[in-house]
């Protein structure tokens, strides 16, 4: 448990420095190792203090139950629901990230499911969808309709919100964030020349998602100087 | 009085830092506690001294009449009526800011309003509409025109000019102005990806505005290393 | 003259730090006080050596004749009759500025004229039209046939090329880059949501031409620390 | 030999600064002077490993045979097939960039081809394809059908994956690289303002590669401070 609290205090502060948080708001979670406060690990509910999501610790990093429970004295985001339902719907699921960013904001508000193309994009393949609801996901059942919307794939896009990652692990979750980030921006561009939506295809012999993951992971960290 | 003027310096240093004044023109001011030239607190007319709105203190903010008056010996920007016609008409404003951004200039010029559709932009709902005049508005009837056009929203734009943003605090004003540059930026990519306008809605359950000015004031300050 | 050079270099430094100069092509001049070698101040052709425009000196500043002639040992650029033959039509051009910039080309590609309507813009009035040819202008002839479709006008853009700027000083010259560039972002934002061309107007009561040029000259060298 | 394995690791490491590798994937190669494993010199497969491409050395640069094969105990990109197979059909070519970018993947995916307009674009006339194939090019076959595509153009785009850029010598290659660049930033927002695509064009008497070729690799160099 502590070892992967600390990793995702790691990845949170990397992608607030590749400026995943230019607002302060977002968390990650880690699928936890036990019952109880022990289910699901995420980051504590940040008010106004003086720090930002780029100076967490892995102290930041609470235990909650598998419900969304709180345990006396903690505080998580009132979206928590998106972590517990996502948990308890996919298995292989250890990993989850909620941020908002322009571009995810822009393809849900446009109603734009992403197909991937880029070579990055298929630890992503066949289809990043759209969610119908855009706003708070605060409650069990907001967190159930947008954990059987993202069905079983890596990413979903929340309309002018955001978007949820999911993954195996910390580091793949951040990997394909950073993947998500390059795919938007390369088709918001052809959008701009001209290029029509495709239909989803499956995934090709390009990188396999283990290489892809740890060149990323390891990328974020050296650029950002976070260990 | 004096910490009023000193928390609009601490404002305008941050969002000068932000990059709410590229070219340094625009300004803010905050309704006084009292009577004649203590009725408006204002930052002073900048010339072209070798120092910009990044460096403002407390001594930059003077006192000037309701009506837009000038005490002897103070110069306040021509377009000061922009802040005293709001102040006459709307008694929950208690700060007003003007900037100029591109995003703003071109959704002005545009005639488009902005539907906030973010979670943060609920503290901006129902609508931010558009001036019908881009030009300055620098005497009593074009504040009072610009007042009028406004309304009770929480912040307008002008064509091809910028925007207007109020609040009951200096927080909140600079916690709507960086939420309206996220809105704005999301609808823009947005109509790249052929999203129409949509209409306005009333705000639901998101965060609550007292939540989003507290966590975004702190935020701008410590971001930019401002005290 | 020596003011004059190394009032050239101030800016050409300046402009460099703010992006004007991304690319290190583009040059500036100025009227020249005398006659010969002494009609015409410009920046001397640059080489590949290991300086860019961000460290030009005085002494890059060079003087030519007034039909762009060069005297014994001295290189200026293969444009420069885009100067000389603005000095020979226009009284009131003292200085002038030809750069490259992505707003400024792509206006001229898509042959769309800019019709100036933010603030700034009124040092721009009525219209920055789009010249005919984007290629050097590397001879008297093209050197005419630019200075002619450039009129009366205080800038114009150049198909796939960039712009020239004139005023009556260095000072006026950076301001209106600035300004030109500050429109052209606006305008092309405006374009992305829909925003039609509308027609050349006169200019109107917004800051004064002098007041502009004043503070967006000591805005440009206090923001790069260059003087 | 040594010396042009200098001279790609130093194109690497400033490129890399440039943000050509914003996300660590990509190489470059030079023919080499010799047979077997002194044949092509290519940037050898980055793992995960603590460093990126802007810390690459010369040590880093290995050798492989005409036709990919590998050395015992060297390992190169999957898509070295990229470089040996242009190898084998430009007797021109003498070094060969493979890069993703935002706007080079966007062209591809657009199936946009790029007719050059700027004065830069000259050295990349008279058109810059795209291929049709935005996969992986990681075998022999793959090469080919890329070699056969880009014929005798200075690059080529690949749809939502990059660009391959060729050219007479590794400055060369960085020269046109940063022209290809600024010529789809242009056009994508000339694009952006209506612009319709134009024919192709032979090229004018703009400015000579050689002089493009070595203001670009200076400056290439001097900006980031690489030597």
């Known amino acids: 448990l502590p070892d992967n609290a600390e990793?995702?205090?790691?990845?949170?502060?990397?992608?607030?420095?590749?400026?995943?948080?230019?607002?302060?708001?977002?968390h990650m979670s880690a699928r936890g190792a036990g019952q109880g406060s022990e289910a699901v690990l995420i980051l504590r509910h940040l008010h106004s203090e003086?720090?930002?999501i780029e100076d967490v610790t892995a102290a930041d990093i609470i235990g909650i139950e598998a419900d969304g429970s709180l345990p006396p004295g903690r505080?998580?985001?009132?979206?928590?629901?998106?972590?517990?339902?996502?948990?308890?719907?996919?298995?292989?699921?250890?990993?989850v990230l909620h941020y908002h960013s322009t571009l995810t904001a822009a393809f849900g508000r446009a109603g734009r499911a992403l197909?991937?193309?880029?070579?990055l994009g298929e630890v992503l393949k066949p289809?990043?969808?759209?969610?119908d609801f855009g706003g708070q996901v605060n409650s069990p059942?907001?967190?159930?309709?947008?954990a059987e919307a993202l069905?079983?794939?890596?990413?979903?896009?929340?309309p002018?919100?955001?978007?949820?990652?999911?993954?195996?692990?910390?580091?793949?979750?951040?990997?394909?964030?950073?993947?998500?980030?390059?795919?938007?921006?390369?088709?918001?561009?052809?959008?701009?020349?001209?290029?029509?939506?495709?239909?989803?295809?499956?995934?090709t012999d390009a990188h396999t998602s283990a290489e892809v993951n740890d060149v990323l992971w390891h990328h974020l960290l050296r650029k950002h100087s976070v260990r």
């Open 141 to 146: 059942a907001r967190g159930a309709a947008l």
């Open 160 to 203: 002018a919100h955001g978007a949820v990652v999911v993954g195996a692990s910390v580091q793949e979750v951040a990997a394909r964030a950073l993947a998500l980030e390059d795919c938007l921006a390369v088709e918001l561009a052809a959008a701009q020349l001209g290029a029509q939506p495709v239909p989803a295809q499956p995934g």
């Open 151 to 158: 069905g079983q794939a890596a990413a979903i896009t929340l």
């Open 75 to 95: 505080d998580a985001p009132g979206e928590r629901y998106i972590h517990t339902e996502i948990y308890a719907r996919r298995p292989d699921a250890n990993c």
């Open 115 to 119: 197909v991937p193309q880029t070579p």
């Open 7 to 26: 990793t995702i205090a790691v990845a949170l502060r990397a992608l607030a420095r590749e400026g995943f948080f230019a607002l302060p708001f977002g």
């Open 50 to 52: 003086s720090f930002g």
């Open 127 to 131: 289809v990043v969808p759209v969610h």
